[in-house]
Nanobody, 114 residues
Framework: VQLQASGGGLVQVGGSLSLSCSASGSIFRANNMAWYRRAPGKQREWVAFITSDGSAEYRGSVKGRFTISRDNGKNTVYLQMSNLKPEDTAVYYC?????????WGQGTLVTVSS
């Protein structure tokens, strides 16, 4: 089972995008969920996570610009991104938190153009 993220695309600096990721009920209910990203030439990094009861944490560089949320009824996790910067360009993935290596999907590409 892999988690498939969607919603990426090309956006200008300062723009917004919303990503989504659906999981099976068994994965979603049992886990904190998170968004990760891998920028060109860099290692994958954690972006934000949300607990099963909705508490969220963010890495410093996205705090105040990104919002993670989850819909437990739809088994879906979202990442609302605003005020995007060129350094946000990356392939974005969702996974549990901590991640499960079996769940990595192909991710969705976000490109922020200046």
């Amino acid at each position: 089972v892999q988690l498939q993220a969607s919603g990426g695309g090309l956006v200008q600096v300062g723009g917004s995008l919303s990503l989504s990721c659906s999981a099976s009920g068994s994965i979603f209910r049992a886990n904190n969920m998170a968004w990760y990203r891998r920028a060109p030439g860099k290692q994958r990094e954690w972006v934000a996570f949300i607990t099963s009861d909705g508490s969220a944490e963010y890495r410093g560089s996205v705090k105040g610009r990104f919002t993670i949320s989850r819909d437990n009824g739809k088994n879906t996790v979202y990442l609302q991104m605003s005020n995007l910067k060129p350094e946000d360009t990356a392939v974005y993935y969702c996974n549990s938190y901590p991640y499960d290596s079996r769940l990595w999907g192909q991710g969705t590409l976000v490109t922020v153009s200046s």
